[in-house]
């Protein structure tokens, strides 16, 4: 008899539980930036991961030209003994961290073994005040 009740109680509990409706919570949260601040946000971002231990960037040069655009020049040295062909563009923002547009286009930098070169870009506005360089592996 004990044997029977609990598989009674074992059969309706997963009648039930069969029975219950999914309860709708809305959309699932995004999730945080894995990278914490404030290396979520850097100037310079080499796209390619095996790419980044391998370039060797200097500070960067900003002034303001004659006509109040920002030009910005970012020296980079090839850290290895290979030749590379890379892409690069820089995104320029305004005062409250938006995109101007347009956004400049990819432009292609040779760089032999152990070379300075220099990735160089001006604003179209004078609204520019920071900036962002991209780089990655041209196609």
């Given at each position: 008899?004990?044997?029977?009740?609990?598989?009674?109680?074992?059969?309706?509990?997963?009648?039930?539980?069969?029975?219950?409706?999914?309860?709708?919570?809305?959309?699932?949260?995004?999730?945080?930036?894995?990278?914490?601040?404030?290396?979520?946000?850097?100037?310079?971002?080499?796209?390619?991961?095996?790419?980044?231990?391998?370039?060797?960037?200097?500070?960067?040069?900003v002034l303001r030209t004659e006509t109040e655009t920002m030009a910005v020049n970012v020296p980079m040295r090839n850290a290895t003994d290979e030749y590379y062909q890379l892409d690069y563009?820089?995104?320029?923002?305004?005062?409250?961290?938006?995109?101007?547009?347009?956004?400049?286009?990819?432009?292609?930098?040779?760089?032999?073994?152990?070379?300075?070169?220099?990735?160089?870009?001006?604003?179209?506005?004078?609204?520019?005040?920071?900036?962002?360089?991209?780089?990655?592996?041209?196609?």
């Open positions: 008899m004990k044997q029977y009740a609990m598989g009674l109680v074992l059969v309706t509990m997963v009648a039930s539980v069969g029975c219950q409706q999914p309860t709708y919570t809305g959309p699932s949260p995004g999730l945080g930036d894995p990278y914490p601040a404030p290396q979520n946000d850097p100037q310079i971002t080499v796209l390619n991961r095996e790419l980044q231990p391998w370039l060797a960037f200097q500070p960067a040069r563009r820089f995104i320029f923002l305004d005062a409250n961290g938006l995109e101007l547009t347009p956004v400049m286009g990819w432009r292609h930098m040779p760089v032999q073994p152990r070379q300075m070169v220099r990735f160089d870009a001006k604003s179209l506005t004078a609204d520019a005040v920071d900036y962002r360089l991209e780089v990655k592996w041209a196609k």
